[in-house]
């Protein structure tokens, strides 16, 4: 059945949208640890649908929003039929679809009545990752070992259940980490507030039986 443009539809849920990784952007600001996210503000965040494809983004540093699909990408691929409600994933190496290594990206599959529908993204640059020098960067680093830890698409959280040793790592080979893992709980907060903040608006806004019960069918129905 062809689906109708509804501008009603339509600008309800990009609207419902906006606002969540609006709201999403001024959590990052309020619970990060260190300065360069929460006043130099280098973060980014955004909503995709369950194939990865960005639905909103916060005004928010654009650069790394232009990362999302390829990182989505991998992480569909990494994960494929394993993700379950209460999974985190974290990633950093750019040869896994991300930037330089002190962006760390953040992933929560978010589901509804049992059906992944999407993701909560949250991009934060950490004021330290390890390497060399203070700040992870440098201009004269000849090769990436030099920059940094490298974390390939991993589950910080598995089903709700942090991963110990993943955390243990990471604030072994950095110099503040006190500070990473404050920023990396502010991402996850973030994540929690997208998520919810999703969800409620599916709850609202459920299209018709013939449609598929997924906000992306409907946001692709009223974006055309």
Request: one cysteine or more; glycine letters at 6%.
């Given at each position: 059945m062809t689906m109708k443009r509804d501008p009603i539809?339509?600008?309800?849920?990009?609207?419902?949208?906006?606002?969540?990784?609006?709201?999403?952007?001024?959590?990052?600001?309020?619970?990060?640890?260190?300065?360069?996210?929460?006043?130099?503000l280098d973060y980014s965040t955004t909503i995709t649908d369950a194939r990865g494809r960005i639905l909103a983004q916060a005004k928010t540093v654009a650069?790394?929003?232009?990362?999302?699909?390829?990182?989505?990408?991998?992480?569909?691929?990494?994960?494929?039929?394993?993700?379950?409600e209460g999974d985190v994933i974290i990633l950093n190496d750019p040869y896994a679809g991300g930037m330089h290594l002190p962006d760390i990206f953040m992933f929560k599959p978010i589901f509804h009545r049992e059906i992944l529908q999407g993701f909560a993204v949250v991009i934060a640059h950490h004021g330290d990752v390890g390497g060399r020098v203070p700040g992870?960067?440098?201009?004269?680093?000849?090769?990436?070992?030099?920059?940094?830890?490298?974390?390939?698409?991993?589950?910080?959280?598995?089903?709700?259940?942090?991963?110990?040793?993943?955390?243990?790592?990471?604030?072994?080979?950095v110099r503040l980490p006190q500070m990473l893992i404050g920023d990396l709980?502010?991402?996850?907060?973030?994540?929690?507030?997208?998520?919810?903040?999703?969800?409620?608006?599916?709850?609202?806004?459920?299209a018709p039986p013939h449609w598929g019960n997924t906000l992306t069918n409907c946001w692709i129905m009223a974006n055309g």
């Open positions: 539809t339509f600008a309800v849920i990009k609207n419902g949208l906006d606002t969540i990784v609006d709201d999403m952007a001024y959590t990052v600001m309020r619970t990060a640890r260190s300065p360069i996210v929460r006043d130099v650069l790394h929003l232009g990362a999302v699909p390829d990182a989505m990408t991998v992480v569909l691929d990494e994960f494929d039929g394993d993700l379950f992870s960067n440098a201009s004269d680093s000849t090769e990436i070992f030099q920059e940094g830890l490298r974390i390939p698409p991993l589950k910080l959280y598995a089903a709700g259940q942090p991963d110990r040793s993943l955390f243990a790592l990471l604030r072994t080979n709980q502010a991402q996850l907060a973030t994540c929690y507030v997208g998520e919810g903040a999703f969800i409620s608006l599916l709850e609202k806004n459920m």
